[in-house]
C-alpha cells in the first residue's frame, strides 16, 4: 500500500508540475449521469479467501461544477454522488488435513473444493478537480456494506458446510479518468482504507481499472 501511495503522490506532483489552464472543467458536470465498468486486483494479505478478483459497476450524478475559481484553472472543482457494486468469486480445491497430537499422527479428511464470494454495495461521493486538459482527478468517501458467503464442498463423502455475514463498508478513494472523447475514456481508482479490516473477509478491492461512459 505504500508503494501505491508513494506513486500517487508522485503522479500528482508531475501532473501540477506539468498542468496546462484549464478554463473550466470539462466533466462530472452538474446533472450529468457517468458509468464506470471496472475490473479491481484484490489486497495480497495471507487468508484462506483473499485473491478474489473484482468486477464493479459505479454509477454517479454530478451535483455541482465550477465553484472553485482560480486564475491558473479558471472555473474549476465539481461534486458528484452515486453508487457502487461489485461482485467477487475464488474457487480452488485442497486437502484437509487434520493432525492428532495424542496419537502424532495426521488424519486425512479428503479432498474439498472451497469457494468464495463476495458482493460489496456503497454509495459514495467525490470531489473532482481537473489539472489537465481531459484528465479528470478526484477523491471521495464511500459508505455501505459487503455481502460475503464461503461453501466447502466434500469430493467424496464428508459434510458440506456453508457460511454467511454481512459487513460494513466505510473506506476513500482516489481515482484519475482520462477522457478521449466527451463520453467515452478509461478510469483508475485505489481504496485506501477499509472498515473493519480483516485479512479472512475481503471488502473492497485494492485498485481498480476499466473505462468510463458519460452521457
Known sequence: MRKILLIIATLFTVMCANASNVEKIQFANAGKFSLGVMAGF???????????????????????????????????????????????????????????????????????????????????????????????????????CSTYGTKKTPHVGGKESETLRIDLIACHYLGVKWMFTKFFGVKAECNMLSFPVSDRYPKLPMASVGFQFNF
Open 42 to 144: 484484490p489486497f495480497f494479505e495471507e487468508g484462506i479467501n483473499n485473491g478474489m478478483p473484482y468486477v464493479s459497476l459505479d454509477a454517479m450524478m454530478g451535483l455541482t461544477d465550477g465553484f472553485c475559481h482560480t486564475n491558473k484553472f479558471g472555473d474549476n472543482g465539481a461534486i458528484d454522488l452515486g453508487v457502487y457494486v461489485g461482485y467477487a468469486r475464488n474457487e480452488y480445491n485442497f486437502r484437509e488435513l487434520v493432525y492428532n497430537e495424542e496419537s502424532r499422527t495426521t488424519e486425512d479428511l479428503g479432498e474439498y473444493t472451497w469457494s468464495s464470494w463476495a458482493i460489496p454495495a456503497t454509495f459514495r461521493g467525490a470531489f473532482h478537480w481537473e489539472f489537465v486538459k481531459n484528465l479528470d482527478v478526484y477523491a471521495g468517501l464511500q459508505l455501505g
